[in-house]
């Protein structure tokens, strides 16, 4: 009875790692497939290669032209815009792009740009980051992911810690001055405003070739 026991063990946990794998192989042959398929041309501009990767989906639309304003911030190494070229290259595209952000990332953008770079440098494998998509971030430290692209390209995301460090500095004297007096109703000298970029004509044109069924995308110069 014992062997009989032991024995229906091992063959379920034997199933069990088979399923794992065969799970594995079918993701990591979904990103396989997607490789260099959104159909982009080296002439294409940087709408058309967010409109293309994104294939508009609303989410994969807002990490990319979130990566397009930040590249300069945070890898001011990179060769904007063909640093974005990555994403179809690796296969990851659509949706998948959306999962990176918000479940291996957890809406951090500079994650973003350092997994993407992590890959091109060959510090993490393609298997690992697919996996790690597919499993909301599962197997994948991006903390340590970061350091180690920074080992390879020391200004990546210095300009965003900088800008930090300044901030808190900034807060912290604010915090020490006494308390203005209060200005008039709508009088709005006294408050800041965030200098948000302007991506209505990526949207636009993403909506506009949606309503108009177009296969093609209009090719524009730079």
């Known amino acids: 009875m014992f062997k009989r026991t032991k024995l229906f063990s091992l063959a379920t946990a034997l199933l069990l ?11 990591y ?9 959104a159909g982009l041309d080296m002439t294409d501009t940087v709408r058309d290669f967010v409109l293309k990767m994104s294939g508009l989906n609303p989410g994969a639309l807002s990490v990319l032209v979130e990566f397009a304003n930040t590249s300069a911030e945070i890898d001011p190494d990179a060769m904007f815009p063909f640093n974005m070229l990555g994403f179809d290259s690796y296969g990851i595209l659509n949706s998948k792009i959306w ?15 350092a997994v993407m770079r992590s890959l091109q440098l ?3 494998k393609e298997e690992k980051v697919y996996h790690a998509i597919e499993n909301r971030g599962e197997g994948l430290d991006t ?4 350091v180690a692209v920074q080992g390879y390209l020391p200004k990546f995301g210095q300009q965003k810690a ?3 460090v300044v901030m808190d500095t900034v807060n912290e004297a604010d915090e020490e001055k ?3 007096p209060q200005t008039a109703a709508g009088d709005s000298s006294s408050s800041g405003a965030w200098v948000i970029p302007v991506t209505i004509g990526v949207i636009g ?12 995308f209009p090719i524009q110069n730079q």
């Open 143 to 146: 903390a340590a992911l970061l």
């Open 122 to 124: 060959g510090i993490e």
């Open 162 to 164: 900088t800008a930090a």
């Open 178 to 180: 006494p308390e203005a």
């Open 99 to 113: 999962m990176l952000y918000k479940d291996v990332c957890k809406q951090d953008i500079t994650c973003v740009h």
């Open 205 to 216: 044109a993403a909506y506009a070739w949606h309503v108009n069924g177009n296969q093609q």
């Open 17 to 27: 790692t088979v399923t794992q794998s065969l799970l594995a192989d079918s993701a």
């Open 29 to 37: 042959s979904e990103f396989e497939k997607a490789k260099n398929s």
